[in-house]
């Protein structure tokens, strides 16, 4: 049975950056897409970003674009996601996710358990 354990969230003032992580264990890591996706109270769960650890493509949900940066540490089965320029809007508890075989975090097999961030104004 695959887990997914959140770290580094927190409070930060606009502008500032965090990085978060997620440690994967019980799964075959290369075998999987890890996903990072948020959701902010009073709104729908939203697809962050997204890193195929297989062969290391990524992609990106708009919002994010050139602030937030995905990668993968292989050997310690973790993925990270790197914020920069934070803005009040980024506030939402961040899961992370697992997808195997889909490629893309279309069809999330496991699911982390959350980690707040707030960013004040």
């Known amino acids: 049975e695959g887990q997914l354990v959140e770290s580094g969230g927190g409070l930060v003032h606009t502008g500032g950056s965090l990085r978060l992580n997620c440690a994967a264990s019980?799964?075959?890591?290369?075998?999987?897409?890890i996903g990072w996706f948020r959701q902010a109270p009073g709104k729908e769960r939203e697809a962050v970003a997204c890193i195929n650890i297989g062969d290391g493509k990524t992609n990106y949900a708009d919002s994010v674009k050139g602030r937030f940066i995905i990668s993968s540490d292989n050997a310690k089965n973790t993925v990270y996601l790197q914020m920069y320029s934070l803005k009040p809007e980024d506030t939402a508890v961040y899961y992370c996710?697992?997808?195997w075989g889909m490629g893309k975090c279309l069809g999330i097999d496991y699911w982390g358990q959350g980690t707040q961030v707030t960013v004040s104004s």
């Open positions: 019980g799964l075959t890591f290369d075998d999987y897409a």
């Open positions: 996710a697992a997808d």
